[in-house]
């Protein structure tokens, strides 16, 4: 088994929590109340600039032009289509792009910054989960996607080809770059998936506190 898919496997119950979360399940069925929906986009938008920077960071250290090309290109859709998404949904659903980060944002901005400012192989611990989790979510075959436009374009921004080679790129250089490491900093690695994966149902539950 890969590196990423061994990951993943030990993380499988929180990852299934995330995806399986009731969060998920209401903006599926498009069912989830617009406070929530408000409150879950309010955080999400508070670690767009730390996903950039992490990302960015990625672009900076990989050690091959073709990986650089791939992240580089990436960037840009984060900061252009995925940005503009947040804009126009908080203006239609009356909320900001400035507000009190809840505990988990908190840790998801702190662990990208981390991962950040420690080396290529952390960044993309982070990217993986990030991208491989909401593709999970995201990725219900034959089931219809809500008449909601806010709830269907977040749904459709995380799915489809494109994304999926998105997150197999990520994983199949996650898998490459983990075989030069050494046991020690194979485990660091592992640990940063682990907190990342940990983080993530907590975020969606934050999206119910008022």
Do not use: K
């Not at 989960?129 to 990725?139: F, G, N, P």
């Not at 909601?148 to 921004?157: G, T």
């Not at 080679?165 to 490491?181: G, N």
């Not at 907190?195 to 934050?206: C, G, N, W």
């Amino acid at each position: 088994m890969s590196f990423s898919g061994q990951l993943r496997e030990s993380s499988t119950t929180t990852w299934d929590a995330a995806v399986g979360h009731r969060f998920v399940d209401e903006l599926w069925a498009g069912s989830v109340s617009h406070d929530v929906l408000r409150r879950y986009l309010e955080q999400d938008f508070q670690f767009v600039d730390s996903f950039l920077a992490l990302l960015g960071s990625a672009v900076a250290n990989a050690d091959r032009p073709a990986a650089r090309v791939r992240l580089a290109r990436q960037l840009g859709l984060v900061a252009g289509p995925e940005n503009d998404y947040f804009e126009r949904s908080l203006s239609r659903l009356g909320g900001r792009t400035e507000t009190e980060r809840a505990a988990p944002t908190v840790g998801l901005v702190d662990l990208m910054d981390e991962a950040r400012d420690t080396g290529y192989a952390e960044a993309l611990a982070v990217l993986v989960v990030a991208e491989w989790l909401y593709l999970d979510w995201a990725t219900r075959p034959g089931a219809t996607t809500p008449e909601d436009p806010i709830c269907r374009e977040w749904i459709e921004l995380h799915r489809g080809i494109e994304f999926e080679e998105w997150v197999t790129f990520l994983r199949t250089e996650l898998d490459r770059v983990a075989d030069a490491l050494d046991p020690a900093h194979r485990d660091r690695v592992a640990a940063v998936f682990v907190r990342t994966v940990d983080l993530e149902p907590a975020f969606f539950d934050a999206a119910y506190e008022s």
